[in-house]
Nanobody
Framework: QVQLVESGGGLVQVGGSLRLSCDAS????????MGWFRQASGKEREFVAA???????TYADSVKGRFTISRDNAKNTVYLQMNSLKPEDTAVYYC????????????????????WGQGTQVTVSS
């Protein structure tokens, strides 16, 4: 079992920044690939960013150059730094953990993740 708790969401103006955090417990975090996804109202959940246990990362085209995923294995935490925010970034952001392998790959596919957090709302106002 893995428990994931997101924090750091909120209301921000266009062009602003937020940093999301995801605290994980219940498994050796350092061997777990992690991901961030988001779901806007009325839309499907979509990939945002992912990171392997060693720090290799991948991003959705829509956030490249603006968002940065990172992890602190000592704190069992993964972060999503979001800069230059746009109204289209408004969504509930979810943290996900992939436990079916040893976390070697940063995975972009939603169905490849095994555990999910409850989500944190990010609203970007224009």
């Amino acid at each position: 079992q893995v428990q994931l708790v997101e924090s750091g969401g909120g209301l921000v103006q266009v062009g602003g920044s937020l940093r999301l955090s995801c605290d994980a417990s219940g498994r050796t975090f350092s061997r777990t690939a992690m991901g961030w996804f988001r779901q806007a109202s009325g839309k499907e959940r979509e990939f945002v960013a992912a990171i392997s246990w060693s720090g290799g990362s991948t991003y959705a085209d829509s956030v490249k150059g603006r968002f940065t995923i990172s992890r602190d294995n000592a704190k069992n935490t993964v972060y999503l730094q979001m800069n230059s925010l746009k109204p289209e970034d408004t969504a509930v952001y979810y943290c996900a953990a992939r436990t079916r392998d040893t976390g070697v790959y940063a995975v972009e596919v939603r169905y490849e993740y095994d555990y999910w957090g409850q989500g944190t709302q990010v609203t970007v106002s224009s």
